[in-house]
C-alpha cells in the first residue's frame, strides 16, 4: 500500500497567494483529517471528513482556510490569502472507521508564508 | 477547558534503561488512548491503543497504562535503544466521536 500521499512536500509562498495543499488518503479509508503542527501549538486538529462529508470544521482557524473532499480518493486543504502566521507542516491523515484505532499520516507538506 | 498535557522537556536516559513518559487530560471522557512516535520530517506513526475499560496493554519493548481515576496514562519502554530516539505523542478520542485530539509530545533521546 501507497501510504496517505500529501502534496506539495514543501511549499514557500508570499503573503496573500493562494495556498492548496492535496492529500490522497488510504484506498478504502472512509475518514481523512486534517491536522496542522507548530512547535508551539503542537498537533492540531482543523477538520475531519467521513465518507467524504465534514463533520467537525472547529479546528478551521479562520474563513481563510477551506478544504474539500469531492471523492473518496482525494481531499484539499486551501489557504487563501496566506498569511505569515499560517507557517506549519500540514498533516493529512486517513482510517477506516470501522477499524477505528490506528491513524495513518501522510509526510506532510512544510508551509513556509515570507 | 479540555487539556492534554504530555512533559515539554525532554527525556534522557541512558541505553538499556526503561523510559516512562506520561500523558495527563482534563475534561475528557476519552473512548481511547493512543500512542504515536513522530521522526525530525516525517508524520507521526502509530504504536498502541488502550481503551477506557483497560488497565495495561503490551507491545513487545513498549507498555501502556491507563488510569482513567487519574485521568493518566504512562507509556514505558523497556531496554531503550538509541533507535527509540524521538518525539512520542498522546492522542485521546472521545466518546460518539472520531475526533482525535493530540499532546504536544514528549522528546525522547536515548544515548549509548
Known amino acids: 500500500d501507497a501510504g496517505v500521499i500529501q502534496s506539495p512536500r514543501h511549499e514557500v509562498t508570499e503573503m496573500g497567494q493562494e495556498v492548496t495543499l492535496r492529500c490522497k488518503p488510504i484506498s478504502g479509508h472512509n475518514s481523512l483529517f486534517w491536522y496542522r503542527q507548530t512547535m508551539m501549538r503542537g498537533l492540531e486538529l482543523l477538520i475531519y471528513?467521513?465518507?467524504?462529508?465534514?463533520?467537525?470544521d472547529s479546528g478551521m482557524p479562520e474563513d481563510r482556510f477551506s478544504a474539500k473532499m469531492p471523492n473518496a480518493s482525494f481531499s484539499t486543504l486551501k489557504i487563501q490569502p496566506s498569511e505569515p502566521r499560517d507557517s506549519a507542516v500540514y498533516f493529512c491523515?486517513?482510517?477506516?472507521?470501522?477499524?477505528?484505532?490506528?491513524?495513518?499520516f501522510g509526510e506532510g507538506s512544510r508551509l513556509t508564508v515570507l | 477547558s479540555q487539556k492534554i498535557e504530555q512533559n515539554s522537556e525532554a527525556l534522557n536516559i541512558q541505553e538499556g534503561k526503561t523510559a516512562t513518559l506520561t500523558c495527563n487530560y482534563t475534561n475528557y471522557s476519552p473512548a481511547y488512548l493512543q500512542w504515536y512516535r513522530q521522526d525530525p520530517g516525517r508524520g507521526p506513526v502509530f504504536l498502541l491503543l488502550?481503551?477506557?475499560?483497560?488497565k495495561e496493554k503490551r507491545k513487545e519493548r513498549l507498555k501502556v497504562t491507563f488510569d482513567t481515576t487519574l485521568k493518566q496514562s504512562l507509556f514505558h519502554i523497556t531496554a531503550s535503544q538509541p533507535a527509540d530516539s524521538a518525539t512520542y505523542l498522546c492522542a485521546l478520542s472521545q466518546y460518539n466521536t472520531d475526533k482525535l485530539i493530540f499532546g504536544t509530545g514528549t522528546r525522547l533521546q536515548v544515548f549509548p
Open positions: 488502550i481503551r477506557e475499560n483497560e
Open positions: 491523515a486517513s482510517w477506516k472507521t470501522e477499524n477505528t484505532g490506528e491513524l495513518f
Open positions: 471528513f467521513n465518507n467524504n462529508v465534514p463533520i467537525d
